[in-house]
Nanobody
Framework: QVQLVESGGGLVQAGGSLRLSCATS????????MGWFRQAPGKEREVVAA????????RYADSVKDRFTISRDNAKNTVYLQMNSLKPEDTAVYYC?????????????????WGQGTQVTVSS
């Protein structure tokens, strides 16, 4: 049974930082593309970042480039999202997801397992 469990969300002031973690089980983690997505109220789910099997290739949404960093630890079956210089518009529920793709895909439809999400709220 595939499980993805996010943690690390919370309330932070603008300019602050948070580090999200996504612990996984029940899958061959080191051979899966992993992604972070977010969904704000009234908006569609959007990609934040994605990372290749070995971590050598990453992709980011333009809105988070140079502020967020995705990484993974294949020994711990965990993917991370370091979020710096947070802005109020980063407020959303953040989800991690796993894709069977070979490439670093960013469309939500390319991901087949999702976590339950963790709330990130950035106050101004």
């Amino acid at each position: 049974q595939v499980q993805l469990v996010e943690s690390g969300g919370g309330l932070v002031q603008a300019g602050g930082s948070l580090r999200l973690s996504c612990a996984t089980s029940g899958l061959s983690f080191s051979r899966k593309v992993m992604g972070w997505f977010r969904q704000a109220p009234g908006k569609e789910r959007e990609v934040v970042a994605a990372i290749s099997w070995g971590g050598g290739s990453t992709r980011y949404a333009d809105s988070v480039k140079d502020r967020f960093t995705i990484s993974r630890d294949n020994a711990k079956n965990t993917v991370y999202l370091q979020m710096n210089s947070l802005k109020p518009e980063d407020t959303a529920v953040y989800y991690c997801a796993v894709s069977p793709s070979f490439g670093v895909v960013v469309a939500p439809r390319e991901y087949d397992y999702w976590g339950q999400g963790t709330q990130v709220t950035v106050s101004s």
